[in-house]
């Protein structure tokens, strides 16, 4: 990123919650004028403790930018549409809008066509990175016109972590592109928002295929325990295959070096389980967050095959207690044609 | 089935629990001569009240039948070769076992050869039926040395529904086949056990392809519910779409007329379901037996997918907890790198 | 269902495909009156032999209505609304649209809207049946406004295949309520659609459950098939398990008697299998059809795992080749870790 | 590891095929004595020329070891038992032999069984690297004796990665541990390739997870095609939502900085794509080579669930055309019930 530009640029950022913050500290470093708004007055402070301008109010951000405004949202996905109303009527023909929060791409398109009819730009951005954004640098997936996306292009490229974070993929040469520097143009409106989406589908199914097979480790002492003969329980025929007591923690270790299922996540898990090697403070539930389901019913509409992806957003549904009235009816039927009752006590 | 035929055979029949004695029952009326044995009492007393013979012991029931000997064992899986142990050895060249158990054809195919170096011939019999076959008749998958199928078809006869069990299928005429009647030779030895394997993995499949669907339904007043806005619950984004309250058990006793799910599960589903709307009387811990798991394996090493019958049966392993570990993987990962809290309260 | 109501009722019908023309009949010979319309004047024309008025266009069938007019649509999805538009202008407040066809509830709650803006009652109903409807009866499930479903409770009741079409369920006494006949309200707009667009869910499941585990029953001769050693053939440790050539077409007729997994879709692939046994005439492409999708996508907004359900419709997605990208995506991955070659000549 | 023990350490080695050179030519750099046997003579040659001591069979390869010996075997899984019927009669009590290739656990547990009868101690080594182990050092998971691991480490830390090839985990201080170096003691025998094992299934599901996201980004123009409105093609409600042609190649080049979903599969994928964006070196037959499989037999042993595991071992069945009968009976079923006919023409 040329810093000469970014010099230049000035920009308005409504939301600094945890990863706002940490936005607003990298553009500002990076020479970017930040007029930044909080209802939280507390946030707007630290803000400002960093260098930023802390507005007072959306009308107070919005009166102190100059020239071709851009605003930068980063928001609940619920409160996006309540800020706009507010914003819109502020801006003139020609200001932008950026969303970087996780809005439905679906949202995307049905707002950059509202804010068109205000000769608005609306520029949509999945932003990865989370609460390592500040130190690693943030993946930005960006969709809009193109014409905004290159005029902010000094924003995302202070955001993004830049070229050294990874080695250079053996094909690329010359000029490093933006998504060699971890920022990208994906398309027009919601395009941002859509890579995104998919990318934590995918996060979702990778996620899915460790924490299955380490419980296939954990499983791997299934041969020592007592198990009752009894019509209700299926036998394990060969309990001598079933004598392993891995070290589990270890072997997340292990795989981080030279092995083929090496990752960032893989690294978190390792440090996760150095830290609580028994994960005795989590109880399994896992939240999903609308990424993952909207990646399933995107799959669907396109006719394309997720299967693994499903899987694993299942999985989530299932440790929400989801399947409880599935199994109700499994067990009605059992007890219907086969006389049985449902066996109790290990049922976690 | 001719009574003719029948009425020269006659079997020994080990293990008179509940399916064992309705067997027994059927064939008695069949005009078979059954010797019995069981360890409880109380069973072979009962047997003979109907007309079998009750013997004290295995070496008894051996003593007590003549000619070329057939004994049927219906036994639990865990004890078919112990009865083998004993029964062998009181056995003759040309005598014939025949286990009607749930044995894994694997076994079927160890106990064969093992029975052919004494000249004794191995018969696999899947029977499905559950506690409705007195009723409703068995329906038999048969492997072996075919000749003694065709020696013992009679018993297999006696013990099928019969082909007015239903209506015949469009383009079979002439003499109803074995198939027809509810009994079928399936191949060599394992054959039949390989059949009623597969059998009831297909079992699991279509229990939870119901169960998954009326779960659909039961969850269709998802929009009616209070939903929490936070970072941990996915967003629902048309709630109107989401206010049915469908009658269940209703919606189970309409299916079974005229519409392309009607089956006998859905009859059985219908009618628990106006005993127990609520299904109150069940907690949702599905219990499985051996076979869906020996499916899937057995497909696996075939190379052929079987995704919606793993699915089923993965669905009966989280249904008794076994999904734990990996969740709290999961949500050591989520909490690593994005400082999720794992959400509490709604966890069934 | 009472002829004397039915002798009452008055019925506009539009649509005369192979499934309308058979409702038209089974309505007519219920004594319903019924006015009828299509583009084709062939169906019209049949449906006149029958005993049906023929109307020359919407206008016409409409003036030939006489009091609080209720028009039944039995047409493709895609046209529904093209209809509507002609249609609602021709009627008067208090009249009523049924829409027969497979339209999306969440269309069918738009409709309702707009039609309720003119005093029009909107009336959708889920039909099962199919080809088989005119001789089995058609299985309804019916949404909308409660006073339209009792109105036009004779002409559901018609169509309907009656109580004696399954025997009853054992906790079912008193007169047969309409589920046991074969039709049922199911609630307000749209409850008629979503409840036929989970039986089609479920459908899919059911028909890939039986379709996978006569793979495996197909697949079970893998130990007699020549084997390359190659590091790209996973290989087969027990070759000697996988020796059968099974009877798959005697086997799903034998399933049909006496077995827990009886089923119509069964009967249906018995005749098929014993018509066609190589199944030769199909080359596996699967279509699918809208109710699988819309049913996994409202599982996934309401939160409920549907595995089952999802691989069944994946697997038609995967038959109509749109998983091609995914796996040239793992061949490349496999050529980049492990410098592995594509296997050729065994893909079909 | 400390080069001063490595250069005590004497090994004999056989099978040179790529992965075995190199991993000598690593060991021979950490200064271990590698005697090396192929039954192809060049490679024989080509490991002289790095410094290792060429044998002329396994005969002489096992007299040219001194002391208690090490016979580390590098071979496709198929021939091991070939090569340990030649070796184990060569072998003296207390001589140790090494399995780093993928044979199955199972079959480690035979093999420690039958050589401990010898008094010879087996070792089993999960290795993971493939052609990039020369580069970056090979992930190595071990099982058998632990006094076996203690003898042989300075072999296992000459070919591990080291501990520079990954930051160190946060909780993790003090001198590096076995697994932050890329080996790990991870129990009895056959622990080492059950870890292997489970790790490869594991690559299996992370492998799908992008294959499939990826795919739903390919397919995200499904809106620019034209879809023809006939009963077997299911309607796209929204097509202005799926309007995207995504630069697929640069997507997952921007993924490899500050996302979430950064792995070295995820390199890997991009470094391909940079050479073929459109992967048309590639038909999709995906191969599968047994650990996939073991995987999952393994997780149902245990009753563990593994549905994302599963569910891409089946895609790649699929990939082979191994759910083509399953297809059959399906569309045999629906032209039953519905008298649909199979679509042609968009099958790939």
Same mark, same amino acid.
């Given at each position: 990123?040329s810093?000469?530009?970014?010099?230049?640029? &000035?920009?308005g950022f409504?939301?600094?919650?945890r990863?706002?913050l940490?936005?607003?500290?990298?553009?500002?470093?990076?020479?970017?004028?930040?007029?930044?708004?909080?209802?939280?007055?507390?946030a707007?402070?630290? =803000? =400002? $403790?960093?260098?930023?301008?802390?507005a007072?109010s959306? *009308?107070d951000?919005? =009166?102190?930018?100059? $020239?071709?405004?851009?605003?930068?949202?980063?928001?609940?996905?619920?409160?996006?549409?309540?800020?706009?109303?507010?914003?819109?009527p502020?801006?003139?023909?020609?200001?932008?809008?950026?969303? $970087?929060?996780?809005?439905?791409?679906?949202?995307?398109?049905?707002?950059?066509?509202?804010?068109?009819?205000? *000769?608005?730009?609306?520029?949509?951005?999945?932003?990865?990175?989370?609460?390592w954004g500040? !130190?690693?640098?943030?993946? &930005?997936?960006?969709?809009?016109?193109?014409?905004?996306?290159?005029?902010?292009?000094?924003?995302? @490229? =202070?955001?993004?972590p $830049? %070229?050294?974070a990874?080695?250079?993929?053996?094909?690329r040469?010359?000029?490093?592109? #933006?998504a !060699?520097?971890?920022?990208?143009?994906?398309?027009?409106?919601?395009?941002?928002?859509?890579?995104?989406?998919?990318?934590?589908?995918?996060?979702?199914?990778?996620?899915a @295929?460790?924490?299955? +097979?380490l419980?296939?480790?954990?499983g791997?002492?299934a041969?020592? *325990?007592?198990?009752?003969a009894?019509?209700?329980?299926?036998?394990?025929?060969?309990?001598?295959?079933?004598?392993?007591?891995?070290?589990?923690?270890?072997?997340?270790?292990?795989?981080?070096?030279?092995?083929?299922?090496?990752?960032?996540?893989?690294?978190?898990?390792? @440090?996760?389980m150095?830290?609580? #090697?028994?994960?005795?403070?989590?109880?399994?539930r896992?939240?999903?967050?609308?990424?993952?389901?909207?990646?399933? &019913? @995107?799959a669907?509409d396109?006719? %394309? #095959?997720?299967?693994?992806l499903t899987a694993?957003l299942?999985?989530r549904?299932t440790? &929400?207690g989801?399947?409880?009235?599935?199994?109700?009816?499994m067990?009605?039927?059992?007890?219907?044609f086969?006389?049985?009752?449902?066996?109790? +006590?290990?049922?976690s």
């Open positions: 990123m810093a000469g530009k970014a010099r230049n640029l &000035q920009l409504i939301g600094l919650g990863m706002g940490n936005m607003v500290r990298r553009m500002l470093e990076a020479g970017i004028e930040c007029v930044v708004f909080d209802t939280h007055v507390e707007r402070r630290e =803000a =400002a $403790g960093f260098g930023a301008t802390a007072e959306i *009308q951000l919005v =009166a102190r930018l100059d $020239g071709a405004r851009a605003v930068w949202l980063m928001l609940p996905t619920a409160v996006v549409d309540v800020v706009l109303d507010q914003l819109v502020l801006l003139n023909a020609g200001d932008t809008v950026i969303d $970087g929060g996780n809005s439905h791409y679906v949202e995307d398109l049905r707002r950059a066509e509202a804010l068109s009819k205000h *000769q608005l730009m609306y520029v949509d951005v999945g932003v990865s990175g989370g609460v500040r !130190e690693r640098g943030y993946c &930005q997936m960006i969709g809009g016109p193109e014409s905004a996306f290159k005029r902010l292009e000094p924003a995302f @490229a =202070a955001l993004a $830049g %070229v050294d990874a080695p250079r993929s053996e094909s040469s010359g000029d490093p592109s #933006p !060699e520097k971890g920022y990208l143009y994906c398309g027009p409106s919601g395009a941002g928002h859509f890579v995104k989406m998919v990318h934590n589908g995918i996060e979702y199914g990778l996620m @295929a460790y924490a299955e +097979g419980n296939v480790l954990k791997a002492n041969g020592k *325990q007592k198990r009752t009894d019509a209700e329980t299926a036998p394990l025929e060969r309990p001598e295959l079933y004598q392993y007591d891995f070290p589990i923690a270890d072997i997340t270790e292990l795989w981080r070096r030279g092995s083929v299922v090496g990752s960032w996540l893989l690294d978190l898990t390792a @440090a996760e150095a830290r609580d #090697p028994g994960l005795n403070s989590y109880t399994g896992v939240s999903d967050s609308g990424e993952g389901r909207w990646t399933a &019913q @995107a669907i396109e006719g %394309v #095959p997720v299967p693994v694993a299942f999985g549904f440790s &929400q989801n399947d409880l009235y599935a199994n109700k009816v067990s009605a039927m059992r007890h219907a086969g006389g049985h009752q449902e066996k109790t +006590g290990d049922k």
